[in-house]
């Protein structure tokens, strides 16, 4: 297991611009692929990006290309969600999840942070 951290939500107006990130302690970072999905009240949690443990595949959600920017550096053990543009459909308790497959369903993340508010007002 992985312990995660975010830190970085706020609010933020219609278009701005907000990053977040994730501090990782525990076992080995690098042999995580990282996470970042965002959640609602009473709606299920939604994958918005993930990337593998290297660094070289990425994929995002069709909300979140063109948008949003994951990265990781796993010399820091941190993964960040760089998040233009932002919309009021954005707002949303965002985490970052930890998982030793490349995958996008949450079911397969086992370790997770305790989320960051992110308010985008209109």
């Known amino acids: 297991q992985v312990q995660l951290v975010e830190s970085g939500g706020g609010l933020v107006q219609a278009g701005g611009s907000l990053r977040l990130s994730c501090a990782a302690s525990?076992?080995?970072?690098?042999?995580?692929?990282m996470g970042w999905f965002r959640q609602v009240p009473g709606k299920e949690r939604e994958f918005v990006a993930v990337?593998?443990?290297?660094?070289?595949?990425?994929f995002y959600a069709d909300s979140a290309k063109g948008r949003f920017t994951i990265s990781r550096d796993n010399a820091k053990a941190m993964v960040y969600l760089e998040m233009n543009s932002l919309k009021p459909e954005d707002t949303a308790v965002y985490y970052c999840?930890?998982?030793?497959?490349?995958?996008?369903?949450?079911?397969?993340?086992?370790?997770w942070g305790q989320g960051t508010q992110v308010t985008v007002s209109s």
């Open positions: 990337i593998s443990m290297s660094g070289a595949g990425i």
């Open positions: 999840a930890a998982s030793s497959r490349i995958t996008i369903a949450a079911d397969d993340f086992g370790s």
């Open positions: 525990g076992r080995t970072f690098s042999s995580y692929s």
